[in-house]
């Protein structure tokens, strides 16, 4: 994995970090924007090795940050199973021509199994303080919404910015 991949990550997940960290929640939900970051980092760079350095300290940085008691593991173990559901989706998308359909499609199912594997696992270890239906229906599905339009004009700048159309591939 090449130094400038590394660090664009880096980049990536530590803008997304600063903004997870300082925007408020908005009737009880929070937008994972790091979660977003994520995204776009392993869009940009879809290795294996990227995905498992985003997973990790995006799952480290979310864990320092939790609000939810007890949700640092669960967190952890969140980030770096979503890296990996978002490089194969990345890898089934990477025919598809829009850039706003395709990170559109990550950006939503991303954050749904994101919230599915963070309830689920922190139901199993800790426990949730609603039912998980309530929780999926009135977190979860509108933060998946709210994360679509976010990754999707994320995406598109960091494209601009970076110059590039495809993906950076070691």
Same mark, same amino acid.
């Given at each position: ?6 660090i ?7 803008m ?37 350095? $985003?997973? @990790? ?12 008691p007890?949700?640092? @593991? ?13 490089l ?35 139901? @199993?270890?800790?426990?949730?303080? $609603? ?11 509108p ?14 700048? $960091?494209?601009? $910015? ?9």
């Amino acid at each position: 994995m090449k130094i400038k991949n590394m660090i664009l990550t880096s980049v990536l997940l530590a803008m997304g970090f600063v903004l997870h960290a300082i925007v408020p929640g908005f009737f009880g939900m929070k937008f994972d924007l790091l979660l977003t970051f994520m995204f776009i980092a392993i869009m940009i760079n879809p290795s294996i090795k990227n995905t498992l350095l $985003a997973g @990790l300290l995006s799952g480290i940085l979310t864990a320092m940050t939790t609000t939810f008691p007890g949700g640092q @593991l669960p967190n952890m173990i969140d980030k770096v199973v979503t890296a990996f559901i978002v490089l194969a989706l990345v890898k089934v998308l990477m025919n598809v021509k829009s850039d706003s359909v395709k990170s559109g499609i990550i950006g939503f199912v991303g954050t749904v199994s994101s919230g599915m594997i963070f309830l689920t696992s922190a139901l @199993l270890i800790v426990g949730l303080p $609603a039912p998980l239906g309530i929780l999926v229906t009135s977190i979860v599905v509108p933060t998946a919404i709210a994360n679509t339009v976010i990754t999707v004009i994320v995406y598109k700048t $960091a494209v601009m $910015a970076l110059g590039t159309r495809k993906p950076v591939l070691d």
